[in-house]
């Protein structure tokens, strides 16, 4: 039997807040691109945008490995869709979070 622990997909958190005046289909839109790109990399599993109350947003990526998540930054970082995502961004207010998964739950 495989260990369920390394067979489980990496977990990575981007928060941000919008520049003031960018409305929610712009985010929508310009996340919808990145994740096109997203698409063609090493290890990309998913992602899910979410937006707070207070302006704040946060995608949700699932990765098959660290490595590959951490690596993605690089690889995005020149597409046109990052430029784009990054514009509507207040840039000292990203936050990035890794991380593997330890033990895992699923109903049967």
């Known amino acids: 039997m495989s260990d369920p622990i390394t067979t489980q997909p990496v977990y990575e ?3 941000w807040l919008a520049n003031k005046g960018v409305d929610k289909q712009q985010m929508i839109e310009a996340m919808i691109s990145l994740s096109n790109d997203l ?5 990309f599993i998913e992602q ?3 937006q707070r109350e207070n302006n704040q947003w946060l995608a949700v990526y699932y990765w ?6 951490h690596d ?14 990054i ?4 840039a000292d207010s990203i936050e990035i979070e890794v991380l593997s ?5 699923k109903t049967s």
């Open 13 to 15: 958190t981007v928060r």
């Open 39 to 43: 698409k063609s990399l090493p290890g």
């Open 48 to 50: 899910t945008l979410y």
């Open 64 to 69: 098959e490995t660290e490595q590959q998540a």
């Open 72 to 85: 993605s930054n690089l690889l995005v970082a020149e597409k046109d869709s990052f430029i784009k995502l």
């Open 87 to 90: 514009s509507l961004i207040q």
């Open 101 to 105: 998964p330890l033990q895992q739950v």
